[in-house]
């Protein structure tokens, strides 16, 4: 969750690259608390870096949750985020 740092109405990210392989550590985990951390931090980089993310669920589908896969993709229009699922299974 530390992974998005907000400061009044501002969200400061760490780089795509480093706050997604941190989450990539972590998607075979089953723990409830764990998904929801995944797909929250996923769903806030989605606004900053989409292209990253949608490229670390393309690799990383098979083994994370699909409670985390439909929190990180709902910030996209509902076609792409269509295509984006469809495209993960």
């Known amino acids: 969750m530390s992974l998005v740092h907000y400061s009044a109405k501002i969200a400061v990210f760490l780089p ?7 989450v990539a550590n972590c998607v075979s985990d089953e723990r409830d ?12 980089n989605m606004t900053a870096t989409p292209d990253e993310v949608i490229k ?12 985390a896969i439909r929190r ?3 910030r996209l229009p509902p076609k792409q985020r269509q295509r ?6």
């Open 16 to 22: 795509g690259e480093a706050s997604l392989e941190m």
């Open 72 to 74: 990180s993709t709902e």
């Open 33 to 44: 608390t764990v998904y929801k951390a995944i797909g929250w931090v996923s769903h806030e």
């Open 84 to 89: 984006v699922r469809d495209s993960l299974h």
């Open 56 to 67: 670390c669920l393309h690799e990383h589908a098979p083994t994370m949750s699909a409670p």
